[in-house]
């Protein structure tokens, strides 16, 4: 092949009209695939600006409310910050009921993240634990904010002043039986965990048995059959709360239910890393906003947002702990307890 039938190696912008087959135009072609590439690019860029600009309003009127726990005169120190400083709070769901107007802390655990792993480990305590500690009344794990609770109030406490006192006693308490600071507490209402799977567009679990109960004195209809499936807000919850049917049978003990949790928590840990579940962030912190209280002041939940997103459930090590029942207690197995302080200590140390 002669020199002068080989194509040019590179070409000037004004030369590119030459280019393209035997002068047929075929220029015109890839020009206008470019030009809808930039449109298509110039779209989804105005799309995210909007989505972000979206999610910072609404996460910014959010987080007055899910702050209000917190003393607005403290200022963290950077060097204390959850960017560079492991934390470990205090998790609480509370089971309220309007039709008994009750109020149990039916879900109890202990997280502890590290910013330089980027990992972190949940302890679920079961509501029946027996805890026996040295200036305290031997209780039930539950049982403990409502009578702290209870105290507040005869101390002349209002209902809001008395149950952020109730919050401190609990970390401080637990912190006491782990041997660990604990920094924060966290609270959120059952409602609002379905409401964060719901704005997820649900969760697949396996459900490991037939649930099926029905008590109208609380509203309780739970009924689920056994299998893997995609589950709804309600759902999901009646699959963490189920004890057992009405008939007695498919028994279900707080270590089954310290599982589903765990198994749940992944799940959502996992639909919130996916794409599809960062698409949707706006529903989750909406949901979490009307249902969550953190006494965390509210620049550090933003930190705290920024150090960990992303988390999947692979960088969540679950430690439910176990137990035997003695009627009216569970009797935590002692080497469980001390493999999960270890594995808190150990979040708190890792570099």
Same mark, same amino acid.
């Given at each position: ?21 035997? =002068?047929?135009? =075929? ?12 449109? $298509?690019?110039?779209? $989804?860029?105005? #799309?995210?600006?909007? $989505? ?6 609404l996460y910014k009127d959010t987080l007055g ?18 960017? @560079? ?56 794990? /539950? =049982? ?10 005869? !101390? ?17 308490? %637990? =912190?006491?039986? %782990?041997? $660990? ?25 396996? @459900? ?5 109960? +029905? !008590? ?11 299998? @893997?499936?995609?589950? /709804? ?6 699959? +963490? ?8 049978? /498919? ?12 198994? #749940? ?9 996916? %794409?599809?579940? +960062? ?38 090590? %679950? ?10 207690? +569970? ?21």
């Amino acid at each position: 092949m002669s020199k002068s039938s080989m194509p040019p190696r590179s070409t000037s912008r004004g030369s590119r009209k030459s280019d393209g087959p035997q =002068g047929s135009g =075929g220029n015109k072609k890839p020009k206008k695939r470019v030009y809808w590439m930039r449109r $298509i690019m110039v779209v $989804i860029l105005l #799309v995210l600006i909007a $989505i972000a600009g979206y999610l910072y309003w609404l996460y910014k009127d959010t987080l007055g409310s899910i702050t209000t726990d917190a003393d607005p005169s403290v200022e963290v120190p950077a060097s204390e910050s959850v960017k @560079v400083k492991p934390v470990t709070f205090l998790l609480l769901g509370f089971d309220t009921r309007k039709e008994t107007g009750s109020l149990n802390t039916d879900v109890m655990m202990i997280a502890s993240f590290n910013p330089n792993t980027k990992k972190s480990t949940v302890v679920s305590i079961p509501r029946d634990s027996e805890i026996d500690l040295d200036g305290y009344r031997v209780r039930k794990a /539950n =049982g403990y904010y409502a009578a702290f609770l209870s105290s507040a109030k005869k !101390d002349g406490l209002e209902q809001k002043d008395a149950e952020k006192k109730a919050k401190q006693g609990m970390r401080e308490m %637990f =912190g006491e039986f %782990f041997d $660990i600071p604990i920094d924060y507490t966290a609270t959120i209402n059952f409602e609002g965990f379905a409401d964060v799977v719901d704005a997820l567009g649900g969760i697949q679990v396996d @459900v490991d048995m037939d649930m099926h109960y +029905v !008590d109208n004195a609380d509203g309780t209809n739970i009924d689920l059959s056994k299998g @893997v499936q995609v589950l /709804n807000g309600k759902q999901a919850l009646d699959f +963490v709360r189920y004890r057992k049917s009405n008939d007695g049978k /498919n028994m279900s003990s707080d270590f089954d239910r310290n599982k589903r949790e765990s198994q #749940v928590l992944g799940e959502i840990a996992d639909k919130l890393k996916s %794409f599809s579940g +960062v698409t949707k962030i706006g529903g989750v912190i909406k949901a979490v906003g009307d249902n969550m209280r953190m006494d965390v002041p509210s620049a550090e939940v933003q930190n705290m947002l920024k150090t960990y997103f992303g988390m999947g459930r692979d960088d969540i090590e %679950f430690i439910p702990l176990t137990g035997v029942w003695k009627s009216p207690y +569970v009797h935590l197995d002692e080497a469980k307890l001390d493999e999960a302080k270890a594995a808190l200590k150990s979040k708190l140390a890792a570099e």
